[in-house]
């Protein structure tokens, strides 16, 4: 069993900067890929970004390449999202996942494992 805890969600101003981050309570972090997504209000969950078990290969959404970075620092069982230039549309509430696998995925299905989500409100 893994519990996720998010933190660092808020609200800032269009082009601002934010730095969420997942603890996770598992024994071997490094046995886990890690997965960001999101959700807006009617809107369907969608994937942003997802990490491997060392940090040696990432995956981000079209929607946010170029400003957001997926990290992961096993020491510390901690994921990281730096999200940078932020975006009116970028608005949601942000959900870590675990992955019973060493080897990420952009599935929602494939994580077994959910925080219980931060807001990110951005205004323009």
């Known amino acids: 069993q893994v519990q996720l805890v998010e933190s660092g969600g808020g609200s800032v101003q269009a082009g601002g900067s934010l730095r969420l981050s997942c603890a996770a309570s598992?024994?071997?972090?490094?046995?886990?890929?890690m997965g960001w997504f999101r959700q807006a209000p009617g809107k369907e969950r969608e994937f942003v970004a997802a990490?491997?078990?060392?940090?040696?290969?990432?995956v981000h959404a079209d929607s946010v390449k170029e400003r957001f970075t997926i990290s992961r620092d096993n020491a510390k069982n901690t994921t990281y999202l730096q999200m940078n230039n932020l975006k009116p549309e970028d608005t949601a509430a942000y959900y870590c996942?675990?992955?019973?696998?060493?080897?990420?995925?952009?599935?929602?299905?494939?994580?077994?494992?959910w925080g219980q989500g931060t807001q990110v409100t951005v205004s323009s």
């Open positions: 598992a024994r071997t972090f490094s046995n886990y890929a």
């Open positions: 990490i491997n078990w060392n940090g040696g290969s990432t």
């Open positions: 996942a675990a992955r019973g696998s060493i080897w990420l995925s952009q599935k929602s299905y494939d994580y077994a494992y």
